[in-house]
């Protein structure tokens, strides 16, 4: 696990959200300040805001594409939380210039890896800890829930790891023979995901139906210049916002999808579909309320049947109307 994520320690966790809280409640302690991107991963931010500031640690959300993060930082900023791309809305942050100006005040950076394992190397632009959801292309299978939490830094591997003992947490070598047993073909089996993800977003740009596809691996994408520096390749996971973003007629389309199945947990050769409101799970970026975004997940049935399957969605979009 270090050496794809091209750090020097890994410490295997029972989940990915596992990963990013474990560290978090590792480091911090009443009166620090934490900053996290408005991006973040759903429950990554209902535990910043219910646990973390029941511990009295203050919670501040960042811009989700920021550039800089000078103005917030404070000499009591203990950590600063990535997600790069954000979790459904795929916006990216600027990495490396975020954790040089967090370094200056002596905070540590996390990002949650999740999208980004086998296709980054984040301590090279300066993260200190890097997050990843084992659960989704690692295992493979959709089939199991694991997370790592990768260092490359010793003393804080020490840290961590004393920290996970005394809480008792650790995963069964069962499951972690079936991680194992998935990251043997990962590199395959994700290049073929981003491909068909690719293939998949291109034609949705251009489809009727479509008003924006957000997709950073996509050269039209609004972060693909940032996606380039930070990310060797995609994988199938995108989102969509549609011309129609009402609730009912999107259920419609969802409702009766075949090969796209409702589901969060991206990763197996499954095909999947979420709808989200952004605009009810951001503290700072501005999202139309009652707007909703469709996210895919590209498996790998044949891909002819996908695109038929979202055809026929986007037709009974139009019968709704
Ligand atoms: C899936 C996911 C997680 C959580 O992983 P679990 O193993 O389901 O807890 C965290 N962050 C991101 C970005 C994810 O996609």
Known sequence: MAEIEGGVRSIAVPSGLAAVTHPLLALCVTGDHVLIADCAYGPTRSFAKET????GVEVEF???DAASIKERLRPGTRAVVLE???YYTMEMQEIGAIAAEAHAVGALVLIDNSWGFGASSMFAHGVDICCTALSKYASGA????MGSITVADEALFRTLKTFLANLGTGVSSDEAYLVMRGLSSMQVRVREHADRALELARWLSVHPAVSRVLSPPLDTDRYHERYT?????GNGLLSVLLHETGIEPLRAMIDGLE??????????????????????????????????L????VGLEPFELLKEDLERGFERLTLKR
């Open 294 to 297: 469709v996210r895919l997940h």
């Open 142 to 145: 959709g089939d199991l829930c």
């Open 229 to 233: 520096r930070f990310f060797r390749n």
């Open 259 to 292: 090969h796209f199945r409702i589901g969060a947990s991206w990763g197996s050769p499954h095909s999947l579909v979420s709808i989200t409101e952004p605009a009810a799970s951001r503290e700072i970026d501005q999202w139309e309320r009652g707007r909703y």
């Open 52 to 55: 973390l500031r029941k511990l």
């Open 62 to 64: 960042f811009p989700s």
């Open 84 to 86: 790069s791309p954000g």
